[in-house]
């Protein structure tokens, strides 16, 4: 069965929080606000812009563009103090006001059925995972230059030679044929409960440098809970990943697996260091 929208004229009939992870990237972030805001599902999700920073430009470009949105636009940001991105999202998940928390990095560009396909497949329990197709370097740069979110096409896909070009496919299937899978987490496109953030203290904190591992950590974690399950939302919620040199090296992210390693080793799911202190 396939839900129908609501319109939303208030925070009390919100059906979807966009969370966005953000830092010192406004070219991204335009791209990724304009494509929030072309939006099927347009009037029916806030967005939150989850800075690990307090740049003085960010607040200017809000104000500058906020106007001109068809969504309510939140910030939450705190001083650059290092890698902080999972204080970040939990201080984005106390400021949510709808149950449905989607999540987005600042590099990535939603497909405009993304937010709708998500809130379509909501249900009690179920995590959701979309997949990302990986833009060129050239074609990064030309949508950066033009701002033209309607240039990822499967035509200009392939001219331009990205990677994964079968993840950006949209075929929207019927709810009830989606099947349960076991589930491998990206951060830069999932959406998950508020219940279930709340089950598991929300992101884990200890992650303070920069690897990946904090979003396998919230997928472990998630796992530990009995009613939980997760849905593959491929070819349906799909983002386009803007090409970026990597923000970690290998050396980083060994580290982090090996932390989160030690952490799966104990078994906790509710972590210490998370929304609840």
């Known amino acids: ?39 099927s599902a347009l009037g029916c999700f806030e967005v939150i812009i989850s800075e690990d920073d307090d740049a003085p430009q960010t607040i200017a470009f809000m104000n500058e563009l906020k106007y001109g949105l068809g969504f309510p636009l939140i910030h939450v940001s705190h001083p650059d103090q290092g890698f902080r991105k999972c204080k970040a999202l939990n201080n984005a998940i106390r400021a949510a006001n709808a149950e449905l928390l989607i999540f987005f990095d600042g590099d990535c560009i939603p497909h405009k059925k993304c937010v709708q396909q998500y809130i379509k497949a909501q249900s009690q329990g ?20 033009t701002k033209n979110i309607k240039l990822p096409s499967l035509l200009n896909l392939f001219k331009y030679r990205c990677r994964r070009i079968e993840d950006g496919i949209y075929f929207p299937v019927p709810r009830f044929l989606l099947k349960k899978t076991e589930g491998i987490l990206l951060g830069c496109n999932m959406a998950i409960n508020k ?42 919620a799909i983002v386009y990943h803007i090409n970026h040199p990597t923000r970690f090296t290998v050396e980083q992210e060994k580290k982090n697996n090996a932390f989160m390693s030690a952490k799966i080793t104990l078994g906790k799911f509710y972590c210490k260091n998370g929304l609840q202190k």
């Open 195 to 236: 219940k279930e953030l709340l089950a598991i203290n929300g992101f884990d904190e200890d992650y303070n440098f920069s690897g990946g591992g904090e979003d396998s950590d919230i997928e472990w974690r998630l796992k530990k809970l009995p009613y939980v399950y997760f849905k593959s939302m491929r070819f349906r």
């Open 1 to 39: 069965m396939i839900n129908s929208l609501k319109s939303c004229s208030n925070n009390h009939n919100m059906q979807a929080s966009v969370i966005i992870s953000y830092y010192k990237n406004l070219a991204q972030l335009q791209l990724l606000l304009r494509a929030l805001n072309m939006q």
């Open 126 to 145: 179920a995590v959701l995972y979309g997949r990302r197709v990986m833009l060129s370097e050239n074609f990064s740069s030309l949508l950066i230059k």
